[in-house]
């Protein structure tokens, strides 16, 4: 109902607010809505995501893959969101790294977890790969924060809170360029052609084998997560209603 509405719930709309410039240039170009009608309000992070310490990161790990580093994907698990690829992505690196690097998929699982859970059955590193059901909220904070890094191959997710929260935690990450990732985390993260699993490989190795690029991502991170604040979404949206009611 609330798709086949969206035409007439925005014509009559005195404000249209969406939570990224992908969003905003989807409704643009799909339902022929100018820019200037569209407002961007990003969303904040709340100021209890901060960093952990090894301790706690020690109690993760050896929870949920046996003391070892990992890789993480945080957000709805089914294979829509270009889990396939990160699977590939994953075998090969583990095909060129002697390493036991893991890689835990955490999140909400969906109807369509169904069919990404049976490519998983037959996938060559299975007992190198942990999911994680329906965390809760903080819990997926500590899994985030504890991860070595965040991996999101997603095409098509409108604003993704998990990856600013990695940042806030201190986690670099990698994900896909001209999504709304890539506008989330600037300069601060490693951008790939998401539908190259050869591509998402090779920054996955980059990451592992360069200390001091890992480290780099985590102080660009930690700033621009800072801006990222609800005071200023507050200032955003007070806006954009100011403007409707003009």
């Known amino acids: 109902?609330?798709?086949?509405?969206?035409?007439?719930?925005?014509?009559?709309?005195?404000?249209i607010v969406v939570i990224s410039a992908f969003v905003k240039k989807a409704i643009s170009t799909h339902y022929k809505k100018a820019a200037s009608e569209i407002d961007i309000v990003f969303s904040g992070v709340n100021e209890i995501v901060q960093p952990i310490g090894n301790?706690?990161?020690?109690?993760?790990?050896?929870?949920?893959?046996?003391?070892k580093e990992f890789f993480l994907y945080a957000g709805k698990i089914h294979q829509a969101n270009n889990l396939i690829n990160l699977l590939k992505a994953f075998s090969v690196f583990k095909k060129r790294q002697q390493t036991s690097m893991k890689l835990v998929f955490a999140g909400k699982v969906t109807g369509r977890y169904k069919v990404f859970k049976e490519n998983l059955e037959s996938y060559k590193?299975?007992?190198?790969?942990?999911?994680?059901?329906?965390?809760?909220e903080n819990e997926l904070i500590k899994i985030i924060g504890t991860a070595y890094g965040i991996v999101n191959p997603s095409l098509y997710?409108?604003?993704?809170?998990?990856?600013?929260?990695?940042?806030?935690?201190?986690?670099?990450?990698?994900?896909?360029?001209g999504t709304s990732m890539q506008e989330i985390t600037?300069?601060?993260?490693?951008?790939?052609?998401?539908?190259?699993?050869?591509?998402?490989?090779?920054?996955?190795?980059?990451?592992?084998?360069?200390?001091?690029?890992?480290?780099?991502?985590?102080q660009k991170g930690k700033a621009v997560a800072?801006?990222?604040?609800?005071?200023?979404?507050?200032?955003?949206?007070?806006?954009?209603?100011c403007k409707a009611i003009r």
């Not at 590193?125 to 809760?136: G, H």
Request: aromatic fraction near 10%.
């Open 1 to 15: 109902m609330y798709k086949k509405n969206t035409s007439k719930y925005l014509d009559k709309a005195k404000s």
């Open 157 to 177: 997710e409108g604003f993704v809170l998990s990856v600013l929260q990695a940042m806030q935690c201190n986690v670099p990450v990698i994900t896909a360029a």
């Open 226 to 241: 800072a801006e990222y604040n609800w005071k200023r979404t507050a200032e955003l949206l007070w806006q954009s209603i």
């Open 55 to 67: 301790e706690e990161k020690d109690v993760i790990k050896n929870k949920y893959t046996d003391g």
């Open 186 to 218: 600037k300069e601060a993260g490693l951008y790939i052609d998401a539908n190259s699993f050869t591509a998402i490989a090779d920054k996955m190795m980059l990451l592992y084998k360069d200390e001091n690029l890992r480290n780099e991502l985590v």
């Open 125 to 136: 590193y299975r007992n190198d790969v942990v999911i994680i059901e329906n965390a809760k």
